[in-house]
């Protein structure tokens, strides 16, 4: 399930990311995500909610 606030990356919580692979970033930290980023998962959630 994807977090608005996790990871730029993966998109996983802070507190659960430890070392993850994912590419184009490979083996990574948590980063934070854009606003940019934060906001579009948003609206993805919302879209996805309301599909069938
Ligand atoms: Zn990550």
Known sequence: M???SGCRWC???QR???QRW???AGWH???QP???QIKRR???RRS???AP
């Open 11 to 13: 998109g996983i919580d």
């Open 29 to 31: 930290q948590w980063e």
């Open 22 to 24: 994912k590419p184009p």
């Open 34 to 36: 854009t606003q940019d």
């Open 48 to 50: 996805t909610r309301s």
């Open 2 to 4: 994807i977090n608005p």
């Open 16 to 18: 659960e990311h430890a």
């Open 42 to 44: 948003m609206q993805e």
